[in-house]
């Protein structure tokens, strides 16, 4: 058992280090990734933040959640790509034909998703900074929202893998994320729910976006996180194990 484990770390870890090697000999997936938000937060911040009402006296400090949601939900989309790539291609057949472990490629994918959207993640967090984004958050806040944006990304992430490897086309492997990547907008990322129409709020109010933005930002303010911190929870791990269940049942099914 614990070589069969020690054997499967280090398969996965080779799977890492390959999918990692291919981003960054193509750092345009991390620039895309990164620019398309970064020129949100610019466009939010520096034309409409003077005429939107949040009640706070920082807009950037308001926006940033939203935004880092926006930026994960964007760098997933590669993810599925690459997967569908790698299926077209037969480099799964051809792993399953060395003595690694069977599932290793596949967890090579995730982690990189892991990995590269924490750097976008950085990235954006240090443009912020620049714009005047501050945080009276300790290391313990830190570490909250570092947990929550990493559920997020996984539970996205099992989405993109039953995208790649269910897709048709190109096109189909990346087009599940639009919708994600567009669900801030009709959440409190933007502004509050408050002034929203009774039906767009109602939906703004329940869906998960709103509930993430709001524990994030409130950590990020060291202010009390109330029950959004359980509802943010309870999305991301719900969202996470059906994407889970699903994707390994299409991964061995393609596999098989």
Not at 59 to 67: A, E, T
Not at 104 to 110: D, F, K, N, Q, T
């Amino acid at each position: 058992m614990e070589a069969t484990k020690h054997y499967f770390f280090s398969d996965m870890s080779v799977m890492l280090g390959r999918s990692m090697r291919h981003i960054f000999r193509s750092m345009d997936t991390i620039i895309t990734v990164t620019i398309t938000p970064i020129a949100m937060m610019l466009l939010f911040v520096y034309v409409f933040g003077g005429a939107i009402q949040t009640g706070t006296d920082n807009y950037v400090n308001y926006l940033l959640p939203g935004i880092l949601l926006m930026a994960i939900a964007s760098g997933i989309a590669y993810t599925s790509y690459r997967l569908f790539m790698d299926m077209q291609r037969g480099i799964f057949e051809r792993f399953h034909s060395m003595p690694i472990a069977r599932s290793a490629p596949l967890w090579g994918h995730v982690l990189t998703s892991l990995v590269s959207n924490a750097i976008s993640v950085v990235v954006i967090i240090l443009v912020a900074l620049l714009m005047g984004f501050r945080s009276s958050a300790g290391p313990g806040e830190w570490l909250a929202v570092a947990g929550i944006l990493t559920l997020f990304t996984l539970a996205l992430t099992w989405i993109a893998v039953i995208a790649g490897l269910s897709a048709k086309s190109v096109d189909g492997a990346g087009a599940f994320a639009y919708p994600l990547i567009f669900l801030p907008f009709i959440s409190s990322a933007f502004v509050p729910t408050d002034s929203m129409p009774s039906v767009v709020r109602a939906f703004a109010e329940n869906q998960p976006v709103t509930s993430i933005v709001e524990t994030i930002r409130a950590l990020l303010s060291r202010q009390p996180v109330g029950n959004d911190i359980w509802v943010a929870l309870a999305w991301c791990v719900g969202i996470m194990v059906v994407a889970y269940v699903f994707a390994m049942r299409a991964y061995r099914r393609k596999a098989g």
